[in-house]
């Protein structure tokens, strides 16, 4: 059959043009824009009549080394993501591997009642979590007086509010990373495990030398998700210092927050903002190359 090539690429073209210009108006655009912006003393929002903002250089960027509150976002953002990508990672895996060996209505019931808390809005998952911790009323309160153990009002106390907001994060994001787990072990041909046994390989030997390889680009997948995931962390941070000590919580997003929303300084907002996307792509870069390396490896 003869195929005109110039009219299919014109099809081609035509098919993808909406997606292109969706994603120009609402990505590029910003992404320049914001750029711009972080180089001068620009409100939030530029009135029409009001006077043009004012080209500073990099004065908004030399700011963030002695910005203190910048410091701890950094500081809080980085120890948020320690605490929840790897044990969040091992969570979901350990679970993947429990559901595997289920079948039938019973694996479908499990799935479903681990992969439910990730279709949840962050607004509900506050207010379980809220319902569950609370110094006051929470139910976890009621179960301390029981056995005998101080109440802790953990959302409040900087020292124990991290960790807090990372459990009901690893709880909430799991259930994607599970399926991703499950579908990685579904692929795995089952006679390799038939030949691993007819060898009498124990299940920790099967797990380290036949499952965790082959699982391992489902896991370096699973890693770069969560860590980019983790550190544009906002939501849960923002609702749960409610009433507490928000500047002592601040990560870097609450902190662009702040700036813009709050204090309109765009300017300066626009700078934070881009030093989290360029920290984005460094360690995501960083953390693909090392995925990448230690698959060879093994």
Do not use: C
């Amino acid at each position: 059959m003869i195929r005109n090539t110039k009219r299919e690429t014109l099809i081609a073209y035509i098919l993808i043009a909406p997606f292109v210009a969706i994603y120009a108006l609402i990505f590029v655009y910003p992404t320049i824009d914001m750029f711009r912006m972080s180089f001068t003393d620009s409100p939030l929002i530029v009135m029409p009549n009001g006077q043009p903002p004012e080209f500073v250089g990099l004065e908004n960027y030399t700011r963030l080394a002695s910005d203190r509150r910048f410091d701890t976002a950094f500081w809080n953002t980085a120890y948020f993501v320690l605490l929840t990508v790897i044990p969040g990672t091992i969570v979901a895996l350990g679970i993947a591997l429990g559901i595997s060996r289920l079948s039938g209505r019973l694996q479908a019931l499990v799935l479903a009642l681990f992969f439910l808390p990730y279709i949840l809005p962050v607004s509900v998952v506050y207010r379980v979590w809220d319902w569950t911790l609370n110094f006051q009323f929470g139910i976890a309160m009621h179960v301390f007086d029981m056995i005998g153990i101080d109440r802790v009002p953990v959302f409040k106390v900087t020292g124990w509010f991290m960790p807090a907001v990372a459990l009901v994060t690893i709880w909430w994001t799991a259930g994607f990373s599970i399926l991703l787990f499950l579908a990685g072990i579904r692929a795995i041909p089952q006679e390799i495990y038939e030949a691993a046994s007819l060898d009498n390989a124990t299940r920790w030997t099967t797990f380290r030398r036949v499952t965790w390889p082959l699982l391992w680009p489902v896991t370096a997948l699973v890693l770069t998700i969560q860590l980019i995931l983790q550190l544009k962390i906002f939501d849960q941070v923002y609702l749960f210092s409610t009433g507490g000590r928000p500047n002592d919580n601040l990560v870097l997003v609450y902190y662009v927050f702040q700036r813009a929303f709050q204090n309109d300084h765009g300017g300066r907002a626009a700078a934070i903002a881009v030093v989290l996307f360029l920290i984005v792509i460094v360690v995501s870069v960083l953390n693909f190359q090392l995925m990448r390396l230690a698959e060879k490896k093994q």
